[in-house]
């Protein structure tokens, strides 16, 4: 079975920075692609960034440069570096996998999800 534990949220002012992780156990092969998604207060969940078990990279417009994700295959973990944090980051962010980047990013299907953690930046 498959669980994905994310940690690192907090509160932090804008232009602030947070790291978010996220530890994976239970895939049967090392080849799934991890990543994170969040859902601001009033809107939909929404991708932000991902990686292949090769480290094809990928981030949503809105936090790209601001946002990198980081995967460590060795310790099965994903990390999410969030710099220049703006109010409207604000939300929770799941970890999420998925058997393929193709699945995880432009299917937008995760098979996986974290149970979520919280981050707030204020103005």
């Known amino acids: 079975q498959v669980h994905l534990v994310e940690s690192g949220g907090g509160s932090v002012q804008a232009g602030g920075s947070l790291r978010l992780s996220c530890a994976a156990s239970?895939?049967?092969?090392?080849?799934?692609?991890i990543g994170w998604y969040r859902q601001r207060p009033g809107k939909e969940r929404e991708k932000v960034s991902g990686?292949?078990?090769?480290?094809?990279?990928y981030a949503a417009e809105s936090v790209n440069g601001r946002f990198w994700i980081f995967r460590d295959n060795a310790k099965n973990t994903v990390a999410l570096q969030m710099n220049d944090l703006k109010p409207e980051d604000t939300g929770v962010y799941y970890c999420?996998?998925?058997?393929?980047?193709?699945?995880?990013?432009?299917?937008?299907?995760?098979?996986?999800w974290g149970q979520g953690t919280q981050v707030i930046v204020s103005s």
């Open positions: 990686v292949s078990h090769d480290n094809s990279r």
């Open positions: 999420a996998a998925a058997g393929d980047l193709f699945t995880l990013w432009v299917l937008e299907r995760p098979e996986h």
């Open positions: 239970g895939f049967s092969s090392p080849n799934y692609a």
